[in-house]
C-alpha cells in the first residue's frame, strides 16, 4: 500500500506564498503517477500538477507560471510551490499517487487565500 500525507496549508493574504508537500511511503516505487488537486466548496476536484514517473511535469492552465511542482528523492516526497496566490486558489488541496495496484489520496490540506 501506499500513504500520503500532506502539510504546509494555511491561510494567506493574496500575493502570498505557500509550499505544500507529500510525503509518500510504503510501496512507493510502484507509483507512476503523482500529482496534486484541489477542490473549493461547492466545486469539482481538479487537476493542478503532475508528473508521470520518469516523464514530465504537467501543470492546469490556471496555475502555469505560478505553481510548481518538485520532488525529493532521498526524503520521498513531492512539493508544490504556490506563488502569487489569488483568492481563487482557496480549497483543499490533495496528493494523489496511482499505481497498478489502485489510487491513493491524502488526506488534503486546506489553504486559504484572503483578499
Known amino acids: 500500500q501506499v500513504q500520503l500525507v500532506e502539510s504546509g496549508g494555511g491561510l494567506v493574504q493574496a500575493g502570498g506564498s505557500l509550499r505544500l508537500s507529500c510525503a509518500a511511503s510504503?510501496?512507493?516505487?510502484?507509483?507512476?503517477?503523482m500529482g496534486w488537486y484541489r477542490q473549493a466548496p461547492g466545486k469539482q476536484r481538479e487537476f493542478v500538477a503532475g508528473?508521470?514517473?520518469?516523464?514530465?511535469?504537467d501543470y492546469a492552465d490556471f496555475v502555469k507560471g505560478r505553481f510548481t511542482m518538485s520532488r525529493d528523492t532521498a526524503k520521498n516526497t513531492v512539493y508544490l510551490q504556490m506563488n502569487n496566490l489569488k483568492p481563487e486558489d482557496t480549497a483543499v488541496y490533495s496528493c494523489?499517487?496511482?499505481?497498478?495496484?489502485?489510487?491513493?489520496w491524502g488526506q488534503g490540506t486546506q489553504v486559504t487565500v484572503s483578499s
Open positions: 494523489y499517487a496511482r499505481s497498478p495496484l489502485g489510487s491513493y
Open positions: 510504503g510501496s512507493r516505487f510502484s507509483i507512476n503517477f
Open positions: 508528473t508521470t514517473i520518469g516523464g514530465r511535469t
